[in-house]
């Protein structure tokens, strides 16, 4: 009874760790991921959004110092320029690095947003 009292702890804390989030990955005015339910980590080293959907494209983000971020996004263009999402983040974001505004990672061509409130602001 103990286990499956701490199995369903453990289940309800990693939930709602990444519920509540409305995610938006935006790139030279192109709408690449919006979904309300995503998942947002952010550690010291990292921040990740995107959801655990295959075929669904995500973001990492990286500190640079000085309020700005660079990333990496799970794109790949293929010869006649369809673009489409791959299982690795190897592409860099557009635009250069990003300044983060509330919620969100800006650039010039990027717009990546990880909302916790209960309604997006897009």
């Given at each position: 009874m103990k286990r499956l009292l701490l199995a369903t702890i453990?289940?309800?804390s990693v939930t709602a760790a990444h519920a509540g989030h409305n995610c938006r990955i935006?790139?030279?005015?192109?709408?690449?991921?919006?979904?309300?339910?995503c998942t947002f980590t952010k550690?010291?080293?990292a921040v990740f959004i995107g959801t655990e959907k295959r075929g669904d494209y995500f973001a990492?983000?990286?500190p640079e110092?000085?309020?700005?971020?660079?990333?990496?996004?799970?794109?790949s263009e293929d010869?006649?320029?369809?673009?489409?999402?791959?299982?690795?983040a190897n592409a860099d974001l557009p635009g250069g690095l990003l300044k983060q505004e509330g919620?969100?990672?800006i650039n010039a061509q990027v717009k990546?947003?990880?909302?916790?409130r209960t309604s997006a602001r897009w």
């Open positions: 453990a289940a309800l935006q790139v030279n005015g192109h709408t690449y991921l919006s979904a309300k339910t550690d010291s080293d990492y983000l990286y110092g000085d309020g700005l971020w660079s990333g990496k996004w799970s794109v010869e006649k320029g369809k673009v489409y999402s791959k299982s690795h919620d969100c990672w990546i947003c990880a909302d916790r």
